[in-house]
C-alpha cells in the first residue's frame, strides 16, 4: 500500500498525527493524588517533634508547611506559651482523630475524679453517691430520675431531704 492511496477517514488519521512507536500517548502520565495540607502538616509537625533542635535549626525547609512546623516547634521548645499550647492542641486534636485512640482513666485520675465530685458536692456527696449506688444496685429507674430531677436545676448536690 502506498501513501499515495491511503485515504484519511474515519478510525483512519493522518499519517503524521498517529501515536508513535516507543512515545506514550500521556508523556506526563496520571497525576498523583494530593495530600491534603492538614495531613501534611501533622506528617511535618511529628518528624519536627522528633527532631533534635540543632537538625531544626540547621533544617532548610523545601515547602512553607515544613517551615511553618519546623518554627512551631522551636518556637514552642524556647519556651513560649503560645507555641506549646498550639503543638499540644494539635497533638490532642489529632490523637482524638485517631480511630484506634480510645480514652482509658488510670485508677490514679479515677480517685481524682471522685475527690473532685466530693469537693464539688461537700457534705451531700457521700449521701447522693449511697442513693445513687442503691438505685443502681435495685435497678430502680424511678429512683435514678429522682436523683436526676434533684440535681438538674441545682448548682450543687441536693440536700437532705430534697429527693
Known sequence: MTDDS?????????????????????PGGKRRPQIPLRETFEVVLTECLNASEGVLRNLKAENAIEALACQLVLQAVEGRISAQKLVLALLEKSACGN??????????????????????????YDEFNARFEKAVASGSVEQLL??????????????????
Open 6 to 26: 491511503y485515504q484519511v477517514g474515519y478510525g483512519r488519521p493522518p499519517v503524521h498525527s498517529r501515536f508513535q512507536k516507543g512515545r506514550s500517548g500521556n
Open 99 to 124: 480511630s484506634d485512640h480510645r480514652e482509658t482513666r488510670t485508677p490514679r485520675d479515677a480517685v481524682s475524679a471522685a475527690e473532685e465530685f466530693r469537693a464539688l458536692g461537700g457534705e451531700n
Open 146 to 163: 429522682a436523683l436526676a430531677a434533684g440535681t438538674q436545676n441545682a448548682n450543687e448536690f441536693p440536700e437532705a431531704g430534697n429527693f
